[in-house]
């Protein structure tokens, strides 16, 4: 079965320096791997995700995503930081090949990012 | 803009009171809507997979008889909460993904419910 992991619960960074939040994934096959952002008292954001190509995948707000294959991980980074980032940050997982709508992602346990200015 | 709408955000009522959650899908037909719980600080737990036009397929250890699913329409799935007691109360998602889409496409989630029970 495919699982996440998320081995931060917290990271505080200072704003204007670079952040990297962690994931890690195991799944048999090639992933489909997905990051989101949620805010307080608020949905999911997609931000971006990664199929397949390039390993370095850009997404919304500046934020982008290394995938590593040898590694399992999907770590997403920022280069600078802002206090507006601050949030609730999720990494997902899909069983690859292509499946059907029907499936849903199965997430991390989120990490809590603090930008502090 | 926002693809999936959910109803209320906000909800406060008495225990054993039943509790109506809509989730609508704004601009397209969804066959399938998922719904998760969130406890405080804690990650998204899926409660269920609904499917238009059929029963619910529930995650283990949900109690379908508490959390009964309609998803009657191609744009709406309704979750209700039925004798709502104070552990129930939490954070519920909606989700769904644009038709033709397959698991490589991100889930679009509403904003949430927060269903608080006295």
């Known amino acids: 079965a495919q699982s996440v992991a998320q081995p931060e619960d917290q990271v505080n960074v200072a704003e204007g320096n670079p952040l990297t939040v962690k994931c890690t994934y195991s799944?048999?096959?090639?992933?489909?791997l997905f990051w989101y952002v949620q805010y307080p008292n608020r949905g999911l954001q997609f931000l971006l995700k990664?199929?397949?190509?390039?390993?370095l995948v850009k997404g919304s707000y500046g934020f982008e995503a290394e995938f590593n294959k040898s590694q399992t991980s999907f770590h997403l980074k920022k280069p600078s930081a802002l206090v507006s980032d601050s949030a609730l940050y999720f990494c997902?997982?899909?069983?690859?090949?292509?499946?059907?709508?029907?499936?849903?992602?199965?997430f991390g346990k989120g990490t809590r990012l603090s930008v502090i200015a | 803009g926002a693809v999936v709408s959910q109803h209320p955000s906000w909800v406060i009522c008495k225990s054993g009171t039943s509790v109506k959650i809509e989730c609508r899908s704004l601009?397209?037909?969804?066959?399938?809507m998922f719904w998760y719980r969130q406890f405080p600080k804690q990650s998204l737990m899926l409660m269920a997979t609904?499917?238009?036009?059929?029963?619910?397929?529930?995650e283990q250890g949900v109690e379908k008889d508490k959390f009964l699913i309609n998803h009657a329409s191609l744009t709406l799935s309704t979750l209700t909460v039925t004798s709502a007691h104070p552990e129930d109360s939490s954070f519920y998602i909606c989700?769904?993904?644009?038709?033709?889409?397959?698991?490589?496409?991100?889930?679009?989630f509403g904003d949430g419910t927060r269903l608080s029970i006295l």
């Open positions: 989700s769904a993904r644009k038709p033709g889409q397959g698991s490589n496409q991100p889930q679009h």
């Open positions: 799944v048999s096959g090639n992933p489909y």
């Open positions: 990664y199929i397949t190509g390039d390993n």
């Open positions: 997902a997982v899909s069983p690859g090949p292509f499946n059907s709508g029907n499936t849903p992602l199965v």
């Open positions: 601009d397209f037909q969804a066959t399938t």
């Open positions: 609904s499917n238009e036009g059929s029963k619910a397929t529930y």
